[in-house]
C-alpha cells in the first residue's frame, strides 16, 4: 500500500469514527434530502433507520434496502449538512457509505458504457466536425 493510499484509509477510518460518535441519528439529514421524493424505497421510510442503515454501510454491514437506495441516489447536493444538529456531514457520510458499498459489491457496478455514449451525444452538439474527429 502506497502512503498515499494509507493516509486515504486512515482518513476514512478516522472520519467513520468521528460520524459514528456524533451522529444522533436523528434522520434530518434525509428528511432535507431533496432526492427523497424520487426514490420509491424512502417514500414511506423511517427516517432515523434510514440513518442507521447508512452508519452500518459505513461499517462494513448491509444496510436495509431504503438505506442503500439513499446511498444510491445521492446527488451531493448538501442539503443534509446545512440539516445536520450535529455537524456530522452527512454528504461526506453517505460518499464514504458509497465507497465501502462498491467495495463490498452490496451496490451494483455503474455502466458507464450508457453514460458515455449519451456524453458524446451531448459533445457533439457543440464541437466541430473537426474536434469531433479529434476527441470523439
Known amino acids: 500500500m502506497t502512503a498515499r493510499h494509507a493516509d486515504l484509509a486512515a482518513l476514512r477510518e478516522s472520519e467513520t469514527a ?3 460518535a ?3 441519528q436523528c434522520g434530518a439529514c434525509v428528511e432535507a434530502c431533496p432526492m427523497v421524493p424520487y426514490v420509491p ?5 423511517d427516517r432515523p433507520a ?3 442503515g447508512v452508519l452500518e ?3 462494513g454491514g448491509e444496510g436495509d434496502a431504503a438505506s442503500r437506495a439513499w446511498i444510491a441516489s445521492c ?3 448538501g442539503s443534509c449538512n446545512a440539516a445536520c444538529p450535529e455537524a456530522v456531514n452527512p454528504q461526506l457520510m453517505i460518499r464514504l457509505a458509497t465507497w465501502r458499498a462498491s467495495e463490498t459489491g452490496l451496490l451494483p457496478q455503474r455502466d458507464t458504457s450508457i453514460v458515455m455514449s449519451r456524453v458524446k451525444v451531448f ?8 474536434e469531433q474527429r479529434d476527441w470523439l
Open 41 to 45: 424505497a424512502l417514500q414511506d421510510a
Open 18 to 20: 468521528r460520524m459514528l
Open 75 to 77: 446527488t451531493r447536493t
Open 57 to 59: 454501510v459505513l461499517t
Open 123 to 130: 459533445a457533439r452538439l457543440g464541437f466541430t466536425e473537426d
Open 22 to 24: 456524533a451522529c444522533s
Open 50 to 52: 434510514v440513518v442507521r
